[in-house]
């Protein structure tokens, strides 16, 4: 394996996502707009602590940016008969997936941090740990940029199908993730529940970083979020693999 | 007659055929170190490829000789495209390996590639980027430096006539400069092996004549070339190596010549009379069977010349006139019908 060519496969496939499917306007647009209105919709007259819920918010933000059009690119370019010449290119399926993952966890990254460094001047929010939150940023970004790529694996050339898998697979996490109910006040399987979806540790992370009320050891949310990368991109692997074999 | 009976030992080996080794930064694996290379471009043993209880392709080998141009011929749903995307390494094969200028496609798929320029059929370039985009992107896969791939990309879009088209969205273009744009991302890092996949199907005539002249182009520059096509005159002019596949399974490979003269025995004379006449005149010695053909008669035999002597002495002998007598050559297309038709 000839590293450098698999590292130059990964750039230019990450740099072709996002002039294809990223960085246009109406993707960055609604990239922008979706967190105002999912603010606008879980903290406006329910006189919630914003400061409290800021990670909250945060975690899913970027946890919807970077799993957003992930999904839709191996479908997408499947449908439009180019995914076919992308891999009689000097690339291997490892190439594909992480060249995937990085553009959107670059994307997540780009407008997640807009929209944190607003927020951070108009609301003065805290920040016990700077160092812990760039982590978090980038662990979350790929973690859910993985999972996009995970969820773009299946084989169909309709992203339709892929949209409504991923809706199904995305907004459960949402629920189960400790984003409106703080960990610390959970019990019982509720608590179990949350432990189970990776969303939890970033979300965890973040309060560590911001209000530094974290649940679990930042350690901990790391180790549970780069399990979760590495999953996630095995299971990609998998599947996009037995595709190869079976010529579809 | 079984089509195993037809398979052709042309006696053609790899080094026969000249093929300039302009690639000095890979190593073919059978340099003998005496500047002599005995080594075919592209090697695949022994392939097969199952889709659930359907075999696409069963035990078939190939081999293309370093410089050649070769066609890989066959009907619809023969298995030409499951090899050619077992060749590129776009799908896995079930059984069998192959080597692109001695690099296992299967152990070292992205040096491989790096050796290949592709069209696949089912594949094409982005529809949101504009032409010199998509160049410019495909080269960059293959390492090319900045300067490289601008000045390659601005002589192959001249070449191919896009010039005053590289700045525009290719979901604009029609079907036949999307191919244009399709092969001058295949041969931007001008690859010593270049694999198309029915690259002029559907096309229009100057994009065809276009495709055709860039393969030639290519080849004349060091390229060896796999293309299959469902083209048989396309294949006899461009070909100097045929392999035919049908249900998955080789049934002859060797020039076209070579494979034309298998067939001889398939030859007609074409004669027209003056004057009318019936099926029943041509029971002569030589003669097969007779068809009627507009105002002229095809006279099929095994043997032309016993046959147009029959043919002017019965005319002589019936006081005929004859307008005009022509004898057939073997065609590559009566070569291909007859390897490919159902038993």
């Known amino acids: 394996m000839d590293w450098r060519i698999l590292g130059r496969s990964i750039a230019v496939i990450t740099e072709k996502n996002m002039r294809i499917y990223y960085f246009k306007g109406p993707v960055v647009v609604f990239g922008l707009l979706f967190p105002f209105i999912m603010f606008l919709t879980f903290f406006i007259g329910r006189n919630l602590d914003i400061v409290l819920f800021f990670p909250g918010f945060l975690g899913m933000m970027l946890f919807f940016t970077s799993s957003s059009v992930g999904p839709l690119i191996t479908p997408w370019e499947k449908r439009e008969k180019t995914y076919e010449r992308l891999i009689s290119l000097p690339v291997i399926l490892e190439s594909i997936i992480i060249g995937d993952l990085l553009a959107g966890a670059i994307f997540g990254v780009a407008i997640t941090a807009v929209v944190f460094l607003i927020a951070a001047l108009l609301l003065h929010l805290p920040l016990a740990h700077a160092g812990i939150l760039a982590i978090g940023f980038i662990l979350g970004a790929i973690t859910f940029a993985a999972l996009g790529t995970l969820l773009a694996s299946p084989t169909t050339d309709n992203p339709s199908n892929i949209m409504m898998l991923s809706s199904l697979v995305r907004l459960p996490l949402i629920f189960v993730s400790g984003i409106f109910i703080p960990l610390g006040q959970l019990g019982g399987w509720v608590f179990v529940l949350t432990s189970l979806s990776p969303l939890t540790y970033l979300v965890d992370l973040f309060h560590a970083a911001l209000n530094g009320d974290a649940v679990y050891p930042p350690w901990l949310d790391a180790l549970v979020l780069v399990l979760a990368i590495l999953v996630f991109i095995w299971g990609a692997k998998v599947i996009q693999k037995r595709n190869l074999v079976k010529g579809i | ?130 032409a010199l985009q998509n160049i410019l992107v495909t080269a960059k896969f293959f390492g090319m430096a900045r300067a490289a791939r601008e000045k390659r990309a601005a002589e192959i879009l001249e070449m191919l006539g896009l010039s005053e088209r590289k700045d525009d969205i290719v979901r604009t273009f029609s079907k036949g400069m999307r191919q244009r744009i399709s092969i001058a991302c295949a041969i931007v890092h001008s690859p010593p092996v270049l694999i198309l996949d029915e690259p002029t199907t559907g096309l229009d005539v100057y994009s065809r004549r276009l495709v055709i002249d860039t393969v030639r182009h290519m080849n004349g520059q060091g390229s060896t070339v796999l293309l299959t096509t469902h083209n048989i005159d396309e294949a006899n002019a461009l070909c100097s190596m045929i392999s035919i596949i049908r249900k998955g399974t080789i049934v002859a490979t060797g020039s076209p010549e070579k494979l034309k003269k298998t067939f001889d025995t398939a030859r007609y004379v074409e004669i027209a009379f003056e004057q009318p006449v019936g099926n029943g005149l041509f029971a002569a010695p030589g003669i097969s069977r007779a068809e009627q053909w507009g105002d002229k008669w095809r006279i099929y035999t095994d043997d032309p010349d016993t046959a147009v002597k029959s043919l002017a002495a019965l005319a002589d002998k019936g006081h005929l006139t004859i307008v005009s007598i022509a004898t057939s050559s073997p065609t590559l297309e009566e070569a291909f019908v007859r390897l490919t038709e159902e038993v």
């Open chain 2, 1 to 130: 007659m079984r089509h195993e009976d037809y398979v052709i030992h042309t006696g053609i080996s790899p080094s026969s055929i000249p093929g300039p080794n302009r690639y000095p930064h890979i190593t073919p694996a059978g340099n003998t170190g005496t500047g002599i290379f005995h080594m075919d471009a592209i090697e695949a043993h022994n392939l097969r490829k199952n889709f659930g209880t359907f075999t696409a392709v069963d035990d078939v080998s190939l081999a293309v000789p370093e410089g050649a141009i070769f066609g890989f011929l066959g009907p619809n749903g023969a298995g030409k495209t499951t090899t050619i995307r077992m060749i590129t390494g776009v799908l896995i094969p079930d059984a069998g390996s192959v080597r692109v200028l001695g690099t296992d496609v299967d152990r070292d798929p992205l040096a491989a590639k790096l050796k290949m320029g592709v069209i696949p059929e089912n594949g094409t370039v982005y529809s949101d980027l504009t």
